[in-house]
RNA sequence: GGUCCUUUGGCCGAGUGGCUUAGGCAAAGCUCUGCAAAAGCUUCUACAGCGGUUCGAAUCCGCUAGGGACCUCCA
């Protein structure tokens, strides 16, 4: 089965077929580090790292672009809109890089925490200054823009005359064009005037004299709009076509539909082949968000410092939530479900230790053919699953259908020739790569070092001479004493003990 | 107001025409165990409501009700 991707341009499942054979091209939508990351950030930069490595694991050399937008350049410039990097410096009484770099390390934190792969550019839209100057010139040039009073605004009538504006979001032309004068739209939105249709949108915003990111540029000291840097860096590093574009799906509009036009005009065809839009994460059903007042940020996560927490969870346990239900369903949080996460990772991720250390056998013709092809079967089913459009919670389920095969593999409740060596093996081969190299999760207990390990050996020893005197009161008291240290012992069938972190 | 999406068992969450009682968490019982834990087994069989299409629908269509997203910065 070839790969299937949602393209949500055509709203379709499509084959997914790169435009150079052996090579993809992605960009997603970066974070704005003008703030700290919250969970509903997490959503996009995993599902994408997963995209990311499952294209990898298809043989695909993949270039995976992923901006950090730091400059300040907010289409919109009401009374509280105003460029929030350079407010918030005010406040913070910051230099504004020093702000962006502050919140930029942070979210690098973040990601490594994730264990998501490092893209293979990351570009700044302040080191792009100049790309995205040339690019507005040349939309300039070919009368899609024009200039009012040192701001440069895209022609969006002009560009609808002969394009397909709004087809990415679904927005109708007509109603974009007359927003401006339904009776609903009450805001004030600064520039409104001087733009001739309200759907324009700004390519280069003129600053004020109090504005403190401002660039030299041919219409005088100012700094992009929100949409072009999207649009230089993605050409630059891209190409003028390429695979694929990822990002959130509140960004469908106006952002993804502006950069689709700004490419088209400058490049002469549309910038991308397969749009990718995950879907929100929701607390209480409602949409993660600043202006919702409801964010959890990450750190808090990881601290579990927030009403809203019960306790404190691993940046695995995250990246596991999100993985288990479908990148373009929402994603209701609450702290029960983040809980039941972290307990079947950890019940996933025991079975998936266990299975390592499983001997394979010789066997040959398994002794219990239908309980190998069952599992032979769901093996397969990763790929497959993955195939259709990424299907990383059906992958998951096929997981939890093998665990307590392992496990009972492992106690002896199955006997080792039930299954053929090659399938054992298979699962052994399926797990490491779906589980690590595609869903990139990783060991949350690795506390193991080289000075715990022999004193947990120790300890262990001498509860187990002290069981085979019966002197139950010592066992107990070292077993009850490592529970409270957050230490959990298990024994087995054979009379073995293992341990690892609750 | 416009456009679009969504409604699954105690909770989270897959699944889109006929056989997945998806899976996880929680709960209960059992096995194992010195007792536990862990593990294994078993039970808990849902698809908002109404109508339609169909031999057959949670799955397609219509209506009703609830929820949400976007239309403005937003992952």
């Known amino acids: 089965m070839a790969l299937h991707i949602y393209n949500s341009y055509t709203r379709k499942k499509e084959i997914f077929e790169s435009i150079t054979p052996g090579y993809v091209g992605m960009y997603v939508c970066g974070p704005t580090v003008s703030g700290e990351s919250h969970l509903g950030h997490a959503r996009p930069y995993i599902s994408f790292d997963v995209v990311y490595r499952y294209l990898t694991y298809k043989k695909y050399k993949v270039r995976y672009v992923r901006n950090i937008t730091d400059a300040g350049h907010f289409e919109e410039e009401g009374k509280e809109a105003e460029d929030k990097v350079s407010k918030k410096a005010q406040i913070e009484k910051l230099e504004p890089m020093e702000l962006v770099q502050k919140y930029t390390n942070l979210f690098h934190w973040a990601m490594k925490q994730f264990n998501c792969v490092e893209p293979s550019i990351e570009p700044t839209a302040t080191g792009h200054i100049v790309e995205q100057i040339v690019m507005i010139e040349d939309i300039i040039s070919k009368g899609y823009a024009y200039e009012v009073n040192g701001s440069v605004y895209f022609d969006v009538k002009k560009y609808a005359a002969s394009h397909d504006y709004g087809k990415l979001s679904g927005r109708v032309i007509d109603e974009l064009l007359d927003a401006g004068n339904r009776e609903d739209v009450s805001r004030e939105l600064d520039g409104q005037q001087e733009k001739r249709e309200a759907a324009d949108f700004a390519l280069w915003k003129a600053a004020p004299p109090e504005h403190i990111m401002r660039w030299k540029s041919p219409w005088g000291d100012g700094f992009p709009g929100w949409h072009i840097e999207c649009s230089a860096m993605a050409t630059k590093y891209l190409g ?37 839009h995950n879907n929100m994460i929701t607390i209480n059903g409602r949409k993660m968000g600043k202006s919702y007042n409801n964010v959890i940020k990450l750190t808090e996560m990881f601290s579990g410092n927030h009403p809203l927490l019960t306790q404190a969870f691993h940046p695995m346990t995250v990246r596991f939530f999100i993985l288990q239900s479908h990148y373009r369903s929402t994603l209701d949080f609450s702290s029960d479900a983040l809980s039941a996460s972290e307990k079947a990772l950890k019940r996933l991720w025991d079975a998936y230790e266990v299975l390592k250390n499983l001997p394979v056998s010789n066997t040959t013709s398994p002794t219990d053919a239908e309980l190998d092809s069952k599992i032979t079967n769901w093996l397969n089913e990763f790929e497959i699953f993955m195939d259709d459009d990424f299907g990383s919670p059906r992958v998951i389920a096929n997981m939890f259908e093998i665990a307590p095969i392992i496990n009972s593999l492992k106690d002896g409740l199955i006997p080792f020739d039930a299954i053929s060596a090659s399938t054992l093996q298979k699962m052994k081969d399926s797990f490491h790569v779906f589980l690590e190299d595609v869903f990139g999760l990783t060991n949350v207990n690795d506390q193991n070092n080289e000075l715990l390990n022999p004193i947990m050996q120790l300890l262990l020893d001498i509860r187990k001479e002290a069981k085979a005197n019966k002197d139950f009161a010592t066992s107990d008291k070292i077993r009850n004493q490592l529970t409270q240290l957050g230490i959990l012992i298990k024994d087995d069938k054979e009379g073995n003990t293992t341990w690892g972190v609750a």
């Not at 959130?248 to 700004?262: N, R, V």
Request: negative net charge; proline residues 5%; aromatic residues 10%.
């Open 240 to 276: 003028s076509n390429f695979d694929i574009h990822g990002g959130g799906m509140d960004l469908l509009f106006p952002h993804h539909e502006s950069e689709i036009a700004q490419s088209t005009i400058c490049n002469h065809s549309a910038p991308v082949k397969y749009w990718m």
